[in-house]
């Protein structure tokens, strides 16, 4: 199911990269996303975490809090959804983000089956309808 679905994870690192230098990158990766018919991108971090002042390791080990204004990083969230219509889940920790990105996967998985079912259905009723009575 390649063709019909498509889910990038990032780590809250990687998505706080996202906003900064990674920037133009990952704008490039949605465009791509956006071409697939059930994309997702899971992130794994919390509302809480995208609403507080992001703080990371500096080099020399050093925690630092980013400098990035608050709302960038929850706009920037709302921007992106709006604008490539790919769905981002804020998992909170790994194990959440990898669960539901498995339920993601088993709901495409009966989607598509339901719609390949309901396609059928709707052949065999069109070819009884052009049959010569």
Known sequence: MEQVV????????DFYGCLTDGRERFENSLHRL???RYPLVVIEGSMSDLLNRYTYVAAGGVPTQSQLP???????????QARYRVPMLLCGERSAASRMTLQHLDVIWRLETEDGRQL???RREALRGSEPQ
């Open 120 to 122: 059928r259905r709707e």
């Open 6 to 13: 498509c889910v990038e994870r990032k780590s809250f690192a």
């Open 70 to 80: 608050l709302a960038v990083a929850s706009s920037s969230l709302l921007s992106w």
């Open 34 to 36: 956006a071409a697939v």
